[in-house]
């Protein structure tokens, strides 16, 4: 089998905007899109039905809103169909058009077909939601190696020369969604501790309270609700969009739109005058919203304000002044704007692009689960049937990747099949999480060995989730994956939605359906050279070591194995007997691994370390 060395590709793929960053010239680098870098996250159909995106897309939003469509991210993880022009679509179909024609503008930049990316997230996207990207990935061409979390991306691009230990909240206030991770950074080491967030809370929030605002005062003028009447309701948001913009920078700014409406047969102009104030005043619930998040994040991590050596804001929205002050007052620091906010997550995306390439980065990446991953149990009898309870078996906050196993017992002896239902949430009771797959298991025996059963959870960095149920005394073993279990189209269904969208580019002037590139970069794509923090090298030779300690060229060979070594140091002190021996053991034979070259060992002991730090911590 050969190695695949092409190029893998980082994508942003935004609610508003979506970026794609490469490694070229040995840095991280956005590829230009329409002369831009970034490009909008919408899709529509032209006058020809031909599949149009981006800038093009969003100047026909307003006089065509049954022609296109814009944040679909905020569907992602759902069925909920959308209608574009007289079709039907799923959410990943669209969001697989934006991704088709960033495929597109890589593979001008480069000169090849580009197939590879590594795509974002918010971190509190779920399952579903992550799944439901992959599946907008695969439609779209691409092989997904790796789907990370936006905030977690965008610290690849801060401090990745700093070996001292830093403590960072990074928040991400995007269009659509709103995260915000505290993370720790030391000698090449980027753990992330804690993450919070809100799948429903960004600029297009904003962007929506200045509009009824402005709407309300039009209605009580003229007795006319402007978002009863679709294309009124999107020329406004996109004036309110740009009123937000202005905003940033300037005190005040006025709000016109000509022939907006009709009544008694006459047109109707609206033209007001919007104070920065008053767009404080209406968005002030939403930021605080925000601070909630940032409180419940620092909690989870046992750690305070005043121990943040950085704050980073990532994100359109971060350029909100009353968001970077609020910020200010509550940090009582200046946030970091080292690398552009808007840009940030696709030049992290990027590096870690990179690191799958096995070359040498700044940082070593340790992400955490967002969510709690568990099982529907039964604690008891009563009059009304079994008493069931979600039974957390991954936490919220444990490290990536997590395995982890745990013995229950039927409900009784004898019994012939067991239903495993795993859920996603935080609560005891079962109603009130998501229900993310289920499987069936026919057991065998009668006796008591019989009764028990091993359920096992293996959740993987990009979020993916195996489930395996054991029965011990027989030996039977199903097994549940739930990128699968949540496949937004059924097998019969994939070949002709394939079908149609192939159809779709094939037809569209913006995209290059041809499978020949020439050699020269196309003129229209630009590479926008980012000057960050982050150095590309070459891949290492074998792992020099000092006095049978493995030096820093290790984690970039074994990043996992390495970033358990590193936590393994900061708990020693803490280990004692029989486990600081298996400890001192397991560090031995994992260096000696290491300098072997021997990755199937490694990667063995390197489990068996981080059962081990599990246990004792």
């Not at 599946?135 to 061409?141: I, K, N, Q, S």
């Not at 009580?220 to 996109?238: M, N, T, W």
């Not at 691994?593 to 911590?617: C, I, K, N, P, S």
């Amino acid at each position: 089998m050969t190695q695949d060395n092409s190029p893998i590709v980082g994508i942003d793929l935004g609610t508003t905007n979506s970026v794609v960053a490469a490694i070229i010239g040995g840095k991280p680098q956005v590829l230009n899109c329409d002369g831009m870098p970034s490009m909008p996250s919408i899709v529509g159909l032209n006058a020809d039905n031909q599949l149009i995106s981006g800038t093009v897309a969003r100047n026909q939003l307003a006089a065509f809103p049954d022609r296109t469509i814009a944040s679909i991210k905020r569907k992602m993880g759902t069925m909920d169909p959308v209608e574009l022009g007289d079709q039907t679509y799923t959410p990943p179909e669209i969001s697989a058009m934006i991704l088709r024609r960033l495929r597109d503008v890589a593979s001008q930049a480069f000169g090849q077909d580009v197939h590879r990316a590594v795509i974002t997230v918010p971190a509190y996207f779920d399952e579903n939601q992550r799944q439901a990207t992959r599946e907008a990935g695969d439609l779209a061409g691409l092989t997904v190696e790796r789907i990370i979390n936006e905030p977690t991306a965008a610290t690849l691009v801060y401090h990745a020369d700093s070996h001292d230990r830093r403590h960072i909240a990074v928040y991400d206030f995007g269009g659509g969604t709103f995260d915000v991770s505290i993370v720790r950074m030391e000698a090449g080491v980027t753990e992330v501790l804690a993450s919070q967030g809100d799948t429903r809370l960004g600029g297009d929030d904003l962007d929506q309270a200045l509009l009824d605002h402005v709407c309300d005062q039009f209605q009580e003028e003229h007795g006319i609700d402007l978002r009863a009447q679709p294309q009124s309701k999107f020329r406004l948001l996109q004036a309110c969009e740009r009123a937000k913009i202005q905003l940033s920078q300037l005190e005040s700014t006025t709000i016109a739109e000509e022939f907006i409406a009709e009544k008694d047969g006459q047109p109707l102009n609206l033209q007001m005058t919007v104070e920065r104030s008053t767009f404080d005043e209406l968005i002030e619930p939403f930021v605080e919203r925000t601070i909630e998040c940032i409180g419940k994040a620092l909690r989870d991590a046992s750690m305070t304000i005043h121990q943040m050596d950085d704050l980073v804001l990532v994100g359109g929205s971060t350029r909100v002044p009353m968001v970077a002050d609020r910020l200010r007052d509550q940090f009582l620091r200046e946030p970091s704007r080292a690398v552009d906010p808007d840009l940030a997550v696709a030049l992290g995306a990027a590096v870690q692009a990179a690191m799958l390439q096995g070359r040498s980065v700044g940082s070593v990446l340790v992400d955490v689960s967002t969510h709690t991953l568990g099982l529907e149990v039964c604690v008891g009898m009563s009059l009304d049937g079994p008493e069931l309870e979600f039974e957390p078996i991954i936490h919220r906050n444990s490290p990536l990747p997590a395995r982890y196993e745990r013995a229950f017992s039927t409900m009784v002896d004898g019994q012939k099949r067991v239903e495993v239902h795993v859920l996603q949430g935080d609560h005891r009771e079962v109603d009130r999480n998501a229900s993310i797959g289920r499987f069936r298991m026919d057991l065998e025996g009668s006796d008591e060995k019989h009764r028990k059963l091993v359920i096992g959870f293996d959740l993987t960095l990009d979020g993916m989730l195996r489930v395996t149920a054991k029965q011990p005394a027989s030996g039977r073993v199903e097994e549940l994956t739930i990128d699968n279990a949540l496949s937004q189209f059924a097998a019969s269904d994939r070949e002709r939605v394939q079908s149609r969208l192939t159809k779709m580019f094939d037809e569209s002037n913006e995209i290059n359906s041809s499978t020949s590139w020439d050699d020269e970069q196309d003129d229209s794509v630009k590479v926008i050279d980012i000057d960050s923090q982050v150095r590309i090298e070459a891949p290492h030779e074998p792992i020099p070591t000092r006095g049978g300690a493995v030096i820093e060229e290790a984690k970039d060979r074994y990043p996992k194995a390495y970033a358990l070594l590193q936590k393994s140091e900061q708990l020693a002190d803490r280990i004692e007997g029989d486990d600081a021996v298996e400890l001192d053991s397991l560090r031995e034979r994992i260096n000696e691994a290491m300098r072997d070259g021997d990755t199937h060992e490694v990667e063995e002991l390197a489990a068996d370390l981080d059962d081990l730090l599990f246990y004792v911590q």
